[in-house]
């Protein structure tokens, strides 16, 4: 079984929250919105860690 990266959407630059109530985290490098963290459905569709995660700048 390969090993599952829990890569934080949260701290990507490319995370943004939808609104909408049944697919609230959303992705803007991939174009897509989930329910779930979208880093774990790149992986599960596609086998592999996110490539794209940017690190935002810290404040
Ligand atoms: S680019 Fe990757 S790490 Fe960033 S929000 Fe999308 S799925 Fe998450």
Redesign the pocket.
Same mark, same amino acid.
């Given at each position: 079984m390969p090993e599952q990266k829990r890569?934080? %959407?949260l701290k %990507?630059?490319? $995370?943004y929250v939808t609104w909408d109530p049944k697919l609230p985290k959303g992705?803007? &490098? $991939?174009g897509f919105k989930s329910q779930g963290?979208?880093?774990q /459905? /790149?992986f599960s569709s596609s086998g592999k860690p %996110?490539?794209? $995660? &940017?690190a935002k700048p810290s404040r």
């Open positions: 890569i934080d %959407c %990507c630059i490319h $995370f992705c803007k &490098a $991939f963290l979208p880093s /459905v /790149v %996110c490539m794209h $995660f &940017a």
